[in-house]
């Protein structure tokens, strides 16, 4: 497992192919929020 804070969900293709294209990997991104995060979240509802 790599984690890493990544600003922009935008980011993922570049982080994805540099780091797996050539080793056949399957790679899953999932998304973490802390409670900053969550609390800006739902003040844009």
């Known amino acids: 497992m790599i984690f890493f804070d990544m600003k ?3 980011d993922i293709p ?4 540099i780091l797996f294209q050539n080793a056949e990997a399957a790679v899953e ?6 409670a ?5 979240g ?4």
Not at 42 to 45: A, E, G, R, T, Y
Request: proline share 5%; hydrophobic share 40%.
């Open 14 to 17: 570049g982080i994805a192919e």
């Open 8 to 10: 922009k969900s935008s």
């Open 42 to 45: 739902l003040k844009s509802l």
């Open 36 to 40: 900053d995060d969550l609390k800006k």
């Open 29 to 34: 991104f999932v998304p973490v929020m802390n």
